[in-house]
């Protein structure tokens, strides 16, 4: 019985009372039949504001239907009218109770593909430390393989990989930041071979930056780079780029790109010679310049270091010819140039040596140079003026030309300091130290 009285119920909420008067005692098969009738004409007697009896079919059956008790504020709607003009029943489902199924994890999961920096930094296995000098690319692990990247740690919560996109000998690359580095590294090279890299430029670049993270080749002959050779070339681009060699970690260069004429970028790197030697080269693509154009060397601090290429392997090199930049920056009028070290107070080496047609020097010993008949050809111009010898002093503060003396830049304008050597001898170059000053002069 208890079974008879549910089955009736279901047959009240599908069909209508009138049909479940029908039955006597247990549903038809008919009214049961997919697919029945379930308009009920005798529905159209029903008065407009007709409105059910609610019954609490929870409480009576422990069903999990619980139907809106109806209210004089809100009374119940009536039944919806059919073509004929009948009230018709809305049916009413009743579902079993599902929670809902979880996704898996792999549709769910994404993350942005940004900048990462290795926590586990690869540890030297020869003489090179490299350790900090990593940054890649938040990828997930199959994305990284495909793009011929380096895996070096996790990133996204252990959902990705930071890939690092590193390449040796004959590599390849058209990613935003890419390294070149010599065979084996972080261990010495040994072998006389040549080692190139290609860097496939984007559409939209306009400048190449090469930040020198380790560099230590062969030193230069006199100036001059016979057993190491790191050759900086761009297509159909005429400029000339320094051929450099010895050491130069920590030194920069930006390449300004025509993507009229230019599709790629080529870095050479040439042993001549069986000495260990090593290097390792971050390439990064900027679509806005940083630097202004025909800047090879910019800074933008308030204070920074200036230093010669290969300085710190005792001589500069030959056949040098470009302008180190510094940016202006607001309210800030006067740059001061020095070669005092103000961690120890000492002076650096500062030599840049002419040589006359009898092969003397132009600056005698230990004194300083300045202007076009001192330093016709190995000079550094500091407010358009050129300095070269054995101290650096423009004598405009103390005329003891002996004496290393700061070197004031006042002019308006951007602040260039251009640097040239010839191919004879060229001396030890220069270590200098510049900070801005705030502009204190009134306009009256």
């Not at 047609?357 to 202007?371: F, K, N, W």
Request: with cysteine; aromatic share 10%; net charge neutral.
């Amino acid at each position: 019985m208890p079974s008879l009285w549910i089955v009736s119920w279901i047959v009240v909420q599908e069909y209508g009372y009138s049909l479940a008067s029908k039955l006597p005692g247990a549903l038809s098969e008919e009214g049961c039949r997919p697919g029945a009738n379930r308009t009920l004409a005798l529905l159209s007697s029903f008065p407009h504001d007709y409105q059910p009896q609610y019954i609490d079919y929870k409480q009576h059956y422990g069903l999990r239907y619980n139907p809106p008790r109806p209210n004089k504020t809100h009374p119940a709607p009536s039944p919806p009218l059919n073509g004929n003009g009948t009230h018709v029943r809305e049916r009413k489902k009743l579902l079993p109770h599902h929670p809902p199924q979880l996704l898996s994890v792999f549709h769910i999961i994404s993350f942005v593909n940004g900048p990462c920096v290795p926590r586990q930094q690869q540890q030297p296995t020869g003489l090179y430390n490299v350790t900090g000098h990593w940054t890649g690319i938040c990828y997930r692990e199959a994305e990284c393989s495909q793009l011929n990247g380096t895996p070096m740690d996790s990133c996204a919560g252990g959902f990705g990989v930071c890939c690092v996109f590193r390449y040796g000998c004959d590599g390849s690359s058209d990613q935003n930041v890419s390294y070149f580095h010599s065979p084996h590294f972080p261990s010495p090279a040994i072998d006389a071979l040549p080692c190139g890299f290609t860097l496939l430029l984007h559409p939209t670049v306009r400048q190449v930056l090469l930040e020198f993270l380790f560099f230590e080749l062969q030193p230069p002959q006199l100036g001059n780079c016979v057993e190491d050779q790191f050759i900086i070339s761009v297509q159909n681009d005429q400029r000339a780029y320094p051929v450099l060699c010895g050491i130069n970690t920590g030194q920069h260069a930006y390449l300004d790109i025509d993507r009229a004429y230019s599709h790629r970028l080529h870095l050479s790197a040439v042993f001549n010679s069986k000495q260990p030697r090593a290097f390792l080269v971050k390439i990064t693509q900027l679509s806005t310049p940083r630097a202004p154009a025909s800047c090879l060397q910019f800074h933008d601090g308030f204070s920074g270091v200036l230093k010669s290429f290969n300085y710190d392997n005792s001589t500069v090199l030959n056949n040098l010819n470009y302008a180190i930049c510094i940016r202006r920056h607001t309210m800030f009028c006067n740059v001061v140039v020095s070669n005092m070290n103000p961690a120890n107070g000492k002076a650096n080496t500062f030599q840049l040596v002419n040589i006359a047609e009898d092969g003397s020097s132009l600056v005698p010993p230990d004194q300083a140079g300045a202007e076009v008949f001192s330093c016709p050809d190995d000079f550094i111009a500091i407010d358009f003026v050129r300095l070269c010898g054995e101290r650096l002093n423009d004598g405009s503060l103390v005329a003891d030309a002996s004496s290393n003396q700061p070197v004031r830049y006042s002019s308006a304008g951007p602040i260039v300091i251009a640097v040239r050597t010839d191919q004879t001898i060229v001396g030890r170059g220069f270590k200098l130290y510049y900070m801005q000053h705030v502009c204190t002069d009134k306009i009256i």
